[in-house]
């Protein structure tokens, strides 16, 4: 479940708790509403943990240090020419 999914349970949830004066005979509305706050702040919890687990799997180590080439000119060819 995404956070935006979260975050709908918990307004549907909310809106079925406290808004709602629609009564259904073996179905009580306000505890169906509690029911889908809970879900959704459970669902919050779990992903915010997972987004939080998932940035610290980065790799934090510095980058390799750049590599230095040097070129030495061959002697050879100047001990070739006299």
């Known amino acids: 479940m995404t956070i935006g999914g979260s975050i709908a ?3 549907i949830g ?6 709602v004066n629609y009564d259904i ?8 509403g509690v029911i889908l706050m ?6 919050l919890v779990v992903g915010i943990v997972r987004i939080m687990s998932a940035r610290r799997a980065v ?3 510095p980058p390799p ?18």
Do not use: F, H, N, T
């Open 9 to 11: 349970l918990i307004i």
């Open 14 to 19: 909310a809106i079925l708790a406290y808004a």
């Open 25 to 32: 005979s073996g179905i009580d509305i306000r505890l169906v």
């Open 38 to 43: 809970i879900g959704g702040v459970i669902g």
């Open 59 to 61: 790799d934090r180590r």
């Open 65 to 82: 240090a750049a590599v230095r080439e040097e070129y030495y000119p061959d002697d050879y060819e100047a001990r070739r020419r006299y």
